[in-house]
T-cell receptor
Framework: QKEVEQDPGPLSVPEGAIVSLNCTYSNSAFQYFMWYRQYSRKGPELLMYTYSSGNKEDGRFTAQVDKSSKYISLFIRDSQPSDSATYLCAMRGAGSYQLTFGKGTKLSVIP | DTGVSQNPRHKITKRGQNVTFRCDPISEHNRLYWYRQTLGQGPEFLTYFQNEAQLEKSRLLSDRFSAERPKGSFSTLEIQRTEQGDSAMYLC?????????FGSGTRLTVV
């Protein structure tokens, strides 16, 4: 079993839809949780960073962490065609320098 | 400051040749990371520098791989005797604390 599981999709939604992206993890040492967006042939771009259970909102994006269930989510409201990209979850343990990434979910938002 | 810069963007090499990639981090960032990403997968951690000290190395970093960060500024990643399995995107990231900024990567193709 991989430490971080993420459904690779692809996921296709109409413009304006609410998108839900999810990851599960098995390592209870993970304390810091991130969501990255990666466009084709580009490096990952940090979208959300959180270290506690609960919700964190930034504009159209909401990150949700449930440490008891080892489950994290990213919600995108009012999705736009420019949101079409691969979304990667990533996490790190306390005192560790390395990020462990999921495989990424490829999202297409159709106009 | 234009972010994390990686050169070259693309590299095609013959099996058995040596290659070297360069990463210029964001100037005030003391932390520097190398990751490798293959098609359809999330990035995998290779190594971490704090200033000029290499503090963490993944078991993925075989003896053919070496990384340096002289004077705590730019970093180089060298792969000796390249193999076809080395074909991947090599990503560099830097940070001041815990939120990494990634470069656009160097795409290596070994033929």
């Amino acid at each position: 079993q991989k430490e971080v599981e993420q459904d690779p999709g692809p996921l296709s939604v109409p413009e304006g839809a609410i998108v839900s992206l999810n990851c599960t993890y098995s390592n209870s040492a993970f304390q810091y949780f991130m969501w990255y967006r990666q466009y084709s042939r580009k490096g990952p771009e940090l979208l959300m960073y959180t270290y506690s259970s609960g919700n964190k909102e930034d504009g159209r994006f909401t990150a949700q962490v449930d440490k008891s269930s080892k489950y994290i989510s990213l919600f995108i409201r009012d999705s736009q065609p420019s949101d079409s990209a691969t979304y990667l979850c990533a996490m790190r343990g306390a005192g560790s320098y390395q990020l462990t990434f999921g495989k990424g979910t490829k999202l297409s938002v159709i106009p | 400051d234009t972010g994390v810069s990686q050169n070259p963007r693309h590299k095609i090499t013959k099996r058995g040749q040596n290659v070297t990639f360069r990463c210029d981090p964001i100037s005030e960032h003391n932390r520097l990371y190398w990751y490798r990403q293959t098609l359809g997968q999330g990035p995998e951690f290779l190594t971490y520098f704090q200033n000029e000290a290499q503090l963490e190395k993944s078991r993925l970093l075989s003896d053919r791989f070496s990384a340096e960060r002289p004077k705590g500024s730019f970093s180089t990643l060298e792969i000796q005797r390249t193999e076809q399995g080395d074909s991947a995107m090599y990503l560099c990231a830097s940070s001041l604390e815990e939120q990494e900024t990634f470069g656009s990567g160097t795409r290596l193709t070994v033929v």
